[in-house]
Nanobody, 126 residues
Framework: QVQVVESGGGLVQTGGSLRLACAAS????????LGWFRQAPGKERDFVAA????????HYADSVKGRFTISGNIVKNMVYLQMNSLKPEDTAVYYC???????????????????WGQGTQVTVSS
């Protein structure tokens, strides 16, 4: 089994920055893909970014490209999401997820991920 725990959420003003962290433990593997998703009230869970531990390849949603950066430390089993130039529409619960058998082209699908954290709230005030 794999456990995923997020941290680093909070309240920030428009234009500010936050850094989220995700710690994976248990039966992790270098083949995993780790992703960040977010869900605002009354909306679906949306893809934000993902990184493959095997080759470091990253993917981003268009809405965050150029503002958010995902990075990982496979030795520490950590993944980070640096969020800059935050906007009120970035307000959501942010979830970290681990995909144990990643398939090419499916990194944006929540149902591809096997393990999920409890989420961390990010609120951007206008």
């Amino acid at each position: 089994q794999v456990q995923v725990v997020e941290s680093g959420g909070g309240l920030v003003q428009t234009g500010g920055s936050l850094r989220l962290a995700c710690a994976a433990s248990g039966r992790t593997s270098s083949s995993f893909r780790l992703g960040w998703f977010r869900q605002a009230p009354g909306k679906e869970r949306d893809f934000v970014a993902a990184i493959s531990w095997s080759n470091g390849m990253t993917h981003y949603a268009d809405s965050v490209k150029g503002r958010f950066t995902i990075s990982g430390n496979i030795v520490k089993n950590m993944v980070y999401l640096q969020m800059n130039s935050l906007k009120p529409e970035d307000t959501a619960v942010y979830y970290c997820a681990a995909d144990k058998s990643p398939l090419w082209g499916l990194e944006r699908r929540p149902d591809e991920y096997d393990y999920w954290g409890q989420g961390t709230q990010v609120t951007v005030s206008s």
